[in-house]
DNA sequence: AGTAATCTTGAATGTGCGTTCAAGATTACA
DNA sequence: TGTAATCTTGAACGCACATTCAAGATTACT
């Protein structure tokens, strides 16, 4: 049936290299959103033909799920390299915030999550990928409670809003600073409203 | 040149109700995103055939433009007469934000905002209409900055953090909450979110 | 009622899309 | 090297889309 496709120079019969393939094709869908990102956009990016597209990915479907998977991978491993770098949580959030906003400012792809722009463009028309992009971000959430509750044994914030409680109200700040960035970008702003978000949320 | 077009039934030369039309196209919009939203859908939201589309609002982005019109138009008489029918801020924004937060956790087209979703969408592909959202979205945020001070000037609440700082946080969090709420629907914690954001803002 | 001007209608048009697949290229192995 | 199996390639396909426009319907006015 279908088997892995290889790359354009077959001299060797290495497969190509997925997740350099992915990180160009979740590039090109957060530049241009789902369904404006056409096959020839993403033939150009990820440098793979048609044919060899759907040998490996299905369909167009197939290759957002899987580059929304290889996302995910790096945000978490990301995520966990700034928690091992900061020995406290708030200069770990603050880091971890700083990261985000800054990107937003710019006008690079990375400005936007991949999670949530798709989520708001397929919403109500495809529930499998709502599904599974609602369970990373979920699941992303949950990350956030984790190192709050390790922080709140240290000792570092009391235990009284719990940390899911903090962790909801921070994801949705996250939220909506994305938002509030790509409505037009006043840094100063930004800088303010993360900093604010952040004492709220260790109070 | 262009002129008006008129209804189906052409037996009075009155044209057609242009509130209404676009009240369904908005709502079309809200509930497909623009792109998905084709001309067929639309024509058959409106009741109108593509030819009186076209001779109204010259093609589809104007059919948008004039949509996005209409909702900033409606929503602006709505939280005027909200503010009408509260005589304290705390009261006004407790509403505001129900007004909000509730359709979110339903599945009608209301539980997005056209602006932010609209925008989200075309960032990056179409200045105009991103200029246009941006201009709504930012007079909104003027909207809740004047009644941030008027409720100052009463003594409702103080001055410190300003009108405008606390107008920012709260447009942020409106972002930030009506994602949170597309990730899937947990009427508590909507709840739970938009009464800490509104303690914040009116701290 | 007759006529010119205007409006309505929806089939037709061209374009761009996701997807397929047969032909050509390469490999593995005898 | 010869041959079968596998992989690569991109032109071609069908479809859905936004848009147009000529033909028909209605109006306004004499």
């Known amino acids: 049936m279908r088997t892995q496709a290889r790359l354009h120079a077959p001299m060797r019969s290495a497969e190509f290299d997925k997740e350099h393939v992915l990180r160009q094709a979740m590039t090109a869908f957060m530049q241009h959103g789902y369904s404006k990102t056409s096959m020839q956009k993403l033939t150009q990016a990820t440098g793979l033909h048609p044919g060899s597209i759907y040998c490996a990915f299905n369909n167009k479907k197939g290759l957002l799920l899987a580059s929304v998977e290889q996302y995910q991978k790096d945000k978490n491993a990301q995520f966990a390299q700034l928690c091992a770098s900061h020995d406290n949580i708030k200069s770990a959030l603050q880091a971890f915030l700083t990261d985000i906003a800054h990107p937003c400012a710019s006008n690079e792809a990375t400005k936007v999550c991949l999670l949530t722009r798709t989520l708001s463009e397929v919403d109500g028309q495809d ?5 599974v992009l609602s369970n990373n971000l979920s ?8 190192v709050l509750n ?16 903090r962790a909801q109200f921070l994801v949705m700040g996250i939220y909506g600073l994305r938002t509030y960035a790509s409505t037009g970008n006043d840094t100063q702003a930004l800088n ?10 260790l109070r």
Chains 1, 2 share one sequence.
């Open 139 to 146: 699941a992303f959430e949950r990350s956030l409670e984790d």
């Open 192 to 201: 303010r409203l993360s900093e604010q978000l952040l004492e709220y949320v």
């Open 150 to 165: 390790k922080a709140m044994k240290k000792g570092e914030i009391s235990s009284k809003p719990s940390a899911k409680e």
């Open 127 to 131: 529930d499998e990928v709502t599904q």
